[in-house]
């Protein structure tokens, strides 16, 4: 169990070390969700439940793997179990809500390949969280994806109406942004400690 | 996207430009800008993504027949984790140190887009040797994309290459690109370049249509 | 990304279903096994020199090492299994105890920094530092592993303890760069303020937690019996 105090095990989560912005984890959706507003959200609440269940699950995956001595099937554990939560959330958001089912599109099968959720479970095993940190740990990351994702939705759907260069705009433009936004991030180094 | 027939030697060049994985399809970005900070993490994780691509095309391929249209994609998923635990396990084997600076990103290779994108794509779809042929132009060009980036965030942001000193002391090093912004610009700067190019080249095809009537 | 149509096809029998996952899910088991057991011992042996190297870099007098942890009851017992932070004893070629290694984390400036320490049974005070995963800012943070004024903070980090032997007498605590008084006191990093507090705050956590209990047994764990493969 590490040392790290719940309030700054979250916000090193959320904020300092945010999963999109300084981990690189995310990507794919990052610039592919967040042309607009309305489905970054989505996206961002989406990919925060999945998070949550990855936790515990890796949690619990941990402590029996660790009791039969097969640590190696660490990694494909981890995988199986999100392929299965995105398939439960895909299940259960077309049946509650099917116009969001629809808006997700592509989308929704993808959370299964975010790096974010993998990268959440392998990081919170190295760094031997107990399972409260683990929860703890998974609500900030996902607020922090949700945040970065929203943030950089609003920048794009301003940057739309802007007159970018034709070689800048798509891809070239959001990069930019980022990189801007995650240096931004980097005045939060050093919070909550 | 293609329905011609397609050269071998295409299959394997394609991966290099025309379809490069990071800069024209834009996928495989999150290794690309984490691990990219100094260019033999940049090699290592090409490296070690192009066994795990060949690796799982190959299965993939030798395997398409047998499995069956629903469990496609647990199935390339269970073939990819595995393949990566192996490379994982063969970096610890090789050296700890590398293991280390590389941290979690390793096992990441598993949802790494590219992998399963072109198992879905390629490999399920095409005989043996083009999808080794595929995965292996996927791989190399995916590999010298992230040396093209590392090596710009190494060389600038700690003035040497490959860890030899390469700029006098007075270079003022720019730290920025060593941090995780560095890999967002310098992305973003070979990006530009990368569409320059091939802005220049659809117009000179274009000026050359219009030429010859 | 390209979505294929929905293409007509006669579902899929569940023999095949079954055949595929079942034969799918073998093989991958049967590749992970055969890798894990062929590099096994490789991989041991890479670790057990990194850690040999580490520890003859900070406590240069320790031959040999043996990991050890601690019982519920304060008492120290020899390791089964390595744990994730270990802590080792150390013994010269007679099989003397000349210290102990011990592995220590915290949160820093940017994200977790694990660390390696010498505890000098002798001298009651930490004698020997090393950062093993660090990642701090480049050129500022960093400078915890090279700066040599900073390094010279560990010929002698003073960690008596209280005379009942339960916590340290002086906590081990940061002070700015150059206003080093005490011997219990760490000289800063102008510049690297967070993380410079940072490995004073995760000593300071260490050595409490460690350094009654390595003392405590120390009479248990004097002398080691060398024996002849080492």
């Known amino acids: 169990m590490s040392d790290a105090s719940h309030w700054s095990v979250f916000l090193n989560a959320a904020l300092v070390n945010n999963f999109v912005l300084a981990y690189f984890l995310g990507l794919c959706p990052f610039f592919g969700v967040s042309a607009r507003l309305e489905t970054a959200v989505r996206m961002g609440g989406a990919v925060s439940f999945v998070m949550l269940v990855a936790s515990v699950c890796a949690y619990l995956i941990n402590l029996l793997l660790d009791a039969v001595n097969a640590p190696y099937l660490k990694i494909i554990s981890y995988i199986l179990v999100i392929a299965s939560t995105v398939q439960l959330v895909e299940m259960l958001m077309r049946k509650l809500s099917p116009p969001t089912f629809r808006a997700m599109g592509i989308y929704l099968p993808l959370i299964t390949t975010n790096c974010a959720i993998l990268g959440l479970a392998l990081f919170q095993t190295n760094r031997g969280y107990g399972f409260t940190q683990a929860i703890t740990y998974a609500l900030g990351a996902g607020i922090g994806f949700a945040l970065a994702l929203v943030l950089m939705a609003g920048v794009r759907e301003k940057l739309d109406l802007a007159n970018v260069p034709n070689l800048v705009k798509g891809t070239a433009a959001a990069l930019i942004v980022a990189g801007i936004l995650s240096m931004g991030f980097m005045g939060f180094a050093g919070l909550g400690r | ?213 | 990304m390209n979505i294929p149509g929905p293409i007509q096809q006669p579902p899929t029998s569940a023999w095949s279903m079954y055949r595929a996952i079942v034969g799918i899910g073998a093989m991958c088991a049967l590749l992970i096994v055969t890798v894990y057991q062929t590099t096994a011992d490789r991989i041991r042996e890479n670790q057990e020199r990194f850690l040999a190297a580490a520890v003859s870099q900070i406590l240069p007098a320790a031959q040999t090492t043996v990991a050890v942890v601690q019982t519920e009851d304060g008492r120290l017992e020899e390791a089964v299994e390595t744990p994730a932070l270990p802590v080792f004893m150390g013994y010269n070629a007679d099989g003397e105890l000349v210290g102990a290694v011990v592995t220590a984390q915290g949160m820093g400036y940017q994200d977790n920094i694990r660390v390696l320490y010498a505890y000098s049974f002798e001298l009651d005070a930490i004698v020997g530092f090393k950062v093993l995963d660090s990642k701090e800012t480049p050129g500022l943070g960093d400078k915890i592993e090279k700066e040599p004024h900073f390094l010279a903070n560990f010929e002698a980090l003073d960690a008596t303890l209280t005379p009942d032997g339960d916590a340290l007498l002086h906590p081990i605590v940061t002070v700015k760069q150059g206003q080093k008084l005490q011997p219990w006191q760490l000289d800063g990093i102008t510049g690297a303020t967070i993380t410079s507090e940072a490995i004073g705050n995760i000593l300071n956590d260490s050595a409490n937690t460690w350094a009654p209990v390595l003392e405590k047994n120390s009479h248990a764990f004097a002398i080691r019996e060398i024996s002849e493969e080492q």
């Open chain 2, 1 to 213: 996207m293609l329905g011609k027939e397609v050269s071998t030697t295409d299959e394997f060049v394609k991966g290099l430009w025309r379809e490069n994985p990071v800069f024209i399809q834009v996928l495989g970005l999150c290794p690309a800008l984490a691990v990219s900070n100094t260019a033999i993490n940049a090699l290592t994780m090409g490296l070690a993504t192009t066994f795990v691509l060949l690796m799982s095309g190959m299965s993939v391929s030798a395997l398409r027949n047998f499995i069956p249209r629903e469990a496609r994609i647990v199935s390339f998923i269970c073939i990819i984790a595995s393949f990566v635990t192996a490379v994982d396990y063969l970096i610890q084997a090789i050296s700890i140190e590398l293991s280390r600076s590389l941290g979690a990103f390793i096992a990441l290779i598993v949802v790494n887009c590219l992998i399963l994108g072109r198992a879905e794509a390629f490999a399920s779809k095409n005989t043996f040797g083009r999808s080794v042929l595929d995965a292996l132009g996927m791989g190399v060009g995916f590999t010298v994309a992230l040396l093209w980036i590392g090596v710009v965030r190494e060389i600038l942001g700690s003035g040497s290459l490959f860890g030899v000193a390469l700029l006098p002391d007075t270079f003022q090093t720019w730290t920025v690109m060593v941090l995780p912004s560095g890999g967002f610009f310098a992305m973003a700067m070979w990006l530009l370049l990368v569409n320059w190019v091939n802005e220049r080249a659809a117009d000179a095809e274009k000026r050359a249509q219009e030429a010859t009537p």
